[in-house]
């Protein structure tokens, strides 16, 4: 059984929210699910392990120039799609395109959401009833990755992590400045939790001028021994390093998804996204703005994420 899944969505976070109705779709039909997700996905850095993932296709048309933007490009994404042979594709979204490439592409059966009902879709609430409806399976399952043993074992041999320290991965970038938390606040929570543990940071984030002066300011501290800074590694030599850890601290961020994802208790510090994105998993622990009853678009809460709250939710987490 040939099985394509689509999840159009932008991002790394979007694509991991939907692992648990891929993994359903593979129990169900006792076979791997191919999936075809966007370029900025990067997911052939993070699921090429993942036994549930058969092969990984890319929609390529972030920019006007990609093999599949336009009119043109979605003849290019048909014939893509057409040379697997497919016997079903699990579309996860209402976009008349996606149905007329998967008829187009000669796929047989065609599951889909309901078209032309975008507006209001929540993120994970929305695939649930989609699996319910068409197959009768519920869906509660926590995102789950897979990486290779030897990769873990070689991290701790590369970084020298030792298992006797408290290893924190502290996600300090953000895909948008308002995600991101101030270099102040980290280095309270590391000040806080050094005091009573031996501990290791791993400082995840992009090469955005904004995230590396947050990185700079905290290599730049008092601190700057206990750190180790990820920022010129992929993703893929990241996650054996997160792996290792006893948890993570993170903005809403990809490493905040991939984190949880590996199994590693996640704190996410949500400032200004629906609150959904970091609280989906049962190893998130949601930390939002002081004064706010929940967090959405707009909050703009970062200066008012608590390092005490933080710190208080690490000796929680430890217990």
Known sequence: MKILAVQNRMGIGDTIIFLPFIKALSKEFNSPISILVKENSKADQYLDKTEYIDKILFIERDKHDKKHSGFLGTFNLIKDIKKYNFDKIFIFNSSLRFNLIARFSGIPKIYQYPLFQKKDQHITETPKKFIKDELNLDVNEDPLIQIDNALIAKSIENFKIDKNDTNILL?????????????????????????????????????????????????????????????NFSIKETLPIIKNCNFSICNDSS???LSAA???????????????????????????????????????????????????????ILD
């Open 262 to 316: 590996l199994g590693i208790k996640t704190i996410t510090l949500m400032a200004d996204t629906p609150l959904i994105y970091g609280s989906y998993s049962s190893k998130m622990f949601p930390i939002i703005p002081d004064g706010e009853l929940t967090v959405t678009h707009n909050t703009l809460g970062k200066e008012k994420i608590n390092s005490q709250k933080i710190f208080d939710k690490i000796i929680e």
């Open 255 to 257: 490493f905040s998804h």
């Open 171 to 231: 996600g300090i970038g953000g895909s948008g400045q308002t995600k991101r938390i101030p270099a102040k606040t980290f280095l309270d929570v590391i000040e806080k939790i050094s005091i009573i543990k031996k501990c290791k940071f791993f400082l995840a984030t992009g090469k955005d001028k904004d995230e590396q002066n947050i990185l700079n300011k905290i290599l730049q501290s008092k601190f700057r021994d206990l750190c180790v800074p990820l920022d």
